[in-house]
Structures are given as structure tokens and as C-alpha cells.
């Protein structure tokens, strides 16, 4: 079973999404490819043996990427999200 460390699962997360996005990139996309250096991290956690980290890339295309991975059982889970709006809602 793989112990990652943060280093190690924060360079596996960027090869994935970069591996991802050059395989399903839109079609306005088709000239662009990327590599793990192009991916950024967003929010990242680790609790225990498990790691968590949001990831996003320098396309404007809306998306971004949640992997998980899980110690116990040495199993990498992959989301891909579409961010469809923005907006400020007003509290009183």
C-alpha cells in the first residue's frame, strides 16, 4: 500500500488533471495542451492517511477538479466540476 506524502500526492493530483484535461479538452481548447506545471492548487488537506485537494488550470473554461485519495485503501477518486455561476447573495 502507497503512503503519500503531501509533496508526492499534490504531484500525482497535477499529473491527473493535466492528463484529463488533454484528453476532454472542449473543442475551442483543441490548441492547447498542459502539463503538470500548468496546474494550480486551490485548497488542499490532509487528515491522517488521507489526502484532499481542489485543483484548477489557467484555461477559462469554468472547471476545476476535487481528487481524493484514500490510505486505507489505496484508491485515488477524481471529480471533474463545471462552475456554471457566480453570484453574491445578500444577508441582513
Known amino acids: 500500500?502507497?503512503?503519500y506524502g503531501s509533496k508526492e500526492f499534490i504531484e500525482l493530483c497535477k499529473k491527473e488533471v493535466?492528463?484529463?484535461?488533454?484528453e476532454n479538452k472542449d473543442k475551442t481548447d483543441k490548441n492547447q495542451n498542459l502539463d503538470s506545471d500548468d496546474?494550480?492548487?486551490v485548497w488542499?488537506?490532509?487528515?491522517?492517511?488521507n489526502h484532499k485537494a481542489l485543483l484548477s488550470t489557467p484555461i477559462s473554461d469554468g472547471m476545476y477538479y476535487e481528487l481524493t485519495?484514500?490510505?486505507?485503501k489505496n484508491e485515488l477518486y477524481f471529480d471533474a466540476y463545471k462552475k456554471?455561476?457566480?453570484?453574491?447573495?445578500?444577508l441582513n
Open 39 to 41: 496546474i494550480f492548487v
Open 1 to 3: 500500500m502507497k503512503n
Open 18 to 22: 493535466a492528463k484529463y484535461f488533454n
Open 44 to 49: 488542499y488537506s490532509k487528515t491522517l492517511q
Open 84 to 90: 456554471w455561476e457566480n453570484k453574491c447573495i445578500k
Open 69 to 72: 485519495y484514500n490510505g486505507d
